[in-house]
C-alpha cells in the first residue's frame, strides 16, 4: 500500500497548522435557525419497543426523538450506580452494529460510567424516519450520505438548510441533553456527561460540544481521535484527490454542481469543526496523526489547535499514521491511546489523573 503523502509538511509543520477562523457568510442565518428547531424541546431516551425496531440494526435497545421528529436509535449500558455518562458517536465507514459498540465500551460501564452509543440518522439503527438519507448510505454507513441536502440552498427555516451533516449535529447535542436528562430522571444529580467520538464521530462531537457550550450546557470532557470535518478551505485547496474519505466525496460533488460551488463552500464553511472548536472549553484529550490523507492530518491538527480550552487542559496523543495500517508499532501507539481514553473518561478521576 502507498503510505498517506504529507501534503508538503513537515511532522512539526503539520502539528501546528491551524485553520482560516473565518465565519460563513451563512453561518448567522444557518445556526440561528438550527438552535431554534433543536433546542424548542428536551430529548427523551425511552427503550424502543418491538414495534418500532428498525430493522437496519436491530441490536439498538433504546431511542430518542431528534430534530424533525426523526427517531435516533442508540444502545445504552447503564451500571448499578452511575457517577457520569458518555455518548459514543461513530465513524463513517464500516460502522458496527449498537451492541458490539456497547460491547467495547465495557470498561467504561465497568468504571462507573452510563454508555449510549448512537447512530445519527441515515445510519444503521437510525434509518426508519429518513428513506431517502437511508438510501445514500452504504450497509455499514458511509456512501454518499455526506453530500446529501448539499445542493439545497440555506434558508431560515428547519434546521437553516437541507444538509445531511446538520441534521446529524442534531443528533449528536440531543444525545449528550437526552443522556443527562435520563440520569437526571434516574436519580443522578448534575451528572456530568462526556463525549467520545473518532474520525467523523470526533468532528460531531466537536460540533456539538460547540454548539452545546453557546447554551451553557456543553459536555464534560471530549475524547476525539482524528477528529474530521474541518478545515474545509484547506482540504478544497488541495488539488486533484490528494484527500480522501468524505473530502474526495464532497470534491467530486462541487465539481458536479459547479453553479452552485461558492452557496455550497459557504455550508461547509457554516459546518466546520475547526471553527466550532473556539467555543469548546472543557478538558479534551485528542489524538493526532502525522500522516493521513482520509482525515487530512493537517486538517485534524487545525481543528485539536483551535479548540478553546485551557492549554493545561487539553492533551495530544500522536501517531504516526492515522486510517492507514502502519505496522505492529503503530497499532500498539492507537491501542495505548484507547486505554489512556478510557482512563480519562473515568468518572473516578480527574482528567489530569489520566
Not at 467520545?196 to 460540533?207: D, N, T, W
Request: aromatic share 6%; glycine share 12%.
Amino acid at each position: 500500500m502507498i503510505e498517506p503523502e504529507d501534503f508538503g509538511l513537515g511532522e512539526v509543520a503539520t502539528l501546528a497548522h491551524v485553520a482560516d477562523g473565518a465565519r460563513s457568510s451563512q453561518h448567522g442565518t444557518v445556526w440561528k435557525a438550527w438552535q431554534a428547531a433543536v433546542f424548542s424541546g428536551t430529548p427523551r431516551l425511552a427503550p424502543r419497543s418491538p414495534a418500532e425496531s428498525d430493522p437496519s440494526d436491530p441490536s439498538a435497545t433504546h431511542q430518542f426523538e431528534s430534530a424533525l421528529s426523526v427517531r435516533i436509535g442508540c444502545g445504552l449500558a447503564m451500571p448499578r450506580q452511575p457517577r457520569a455518562g458518555v455518548v459514543v458517536l461513530h465513524g463513517y465507514e464500516g460502522v458496527p452494529a449498537l451492541a458490539r459498540t456497547l460491547e467495547e465500551q465495557q470498561g467504561l460501564v465497568e468504571r462507573g460510567a452510563a454508555v449510549l452509543a448512537v447512530r445519527v440518522r441515515g445510519f444503521p439503527g437510525s434509518q426508519a424516519d429518513c428513506p431517502r438519507l437511508a438510501a445514500r448510505t452504504g450497509p455499514g454507513g458511509g456512501g454518499e450520505w455526506i453530500v446529501d441536502g448539499l445542493e439545497e440552498p440555506a434558508s431560515d427555516r428547519g434546521l437553516g438548510c437541507a444538509w445531511a451533516l446538520a441534521g446529524a449535529v442534531a443528533d449528536a447535542t440531543n444525545a449528550v441533553r437526552a443522556l443527562r436528562d435520563y440520569l437526571v430522571r434516574h436519580g443522578v444529580e448534575r451528572p456530568p456527561v462526556f463525549v467520545r467520538g473518532e474520525s467523523f464521530g470526533g468532528g460531531l462531537a466537536v460540533l456539538a460540544a460547540g454548539a452545546l457550550a453557546d447554551r451553557g450546557a456543553g459536555p464534560d470532557r471530549l475524547a476525539i481521535g482524528l477528529p474530521s470535518l474541518g478545515d474545509w478551505a484547506w482540504r478544497l485547496a488541495q488539488q486533484g484527490d490528494r484527500c480522501g474519505g468524505t473530502g474526495r466525496v464532497v470534491r467530486r460533488f462541487i465539481t458536479d454542481h459547479r453553479e452552485r460551488e461558492d452557496a455550497i463552500v459557504a455550508l461547509l464553511r457554516a459546518f466546520d469543526s475547526a471553527v466550532a472548536a473556539r467555543r469548546v472549553r472543557c478538558p479534551v484529550l485528542c489524538k493526532l496523526a502525522l500522516r493521513d490523507d482520509a482525515v487530512p492530518a493537517p486538517a485534524a491538527a487545525a481543528v485539536y489547535n483551535a479548540l478553546g480550552t485551557d492549554p493545561g487542559l487539553k492533551w495530544r496523543f500522536v501517531t504516526r499514521y492515522g486510517h492507514f495500517d502502519g505496522g505492529l508499532a503503530d497499532l500498539r501507539r492507537h491501542a495505548e491511546f484507547e486505554r489512556m481514553a478510557e482512563e480519562f473518561l473515568d468518572p473516578s478521576r480527574e482528567p489530569v489523573q489520566a
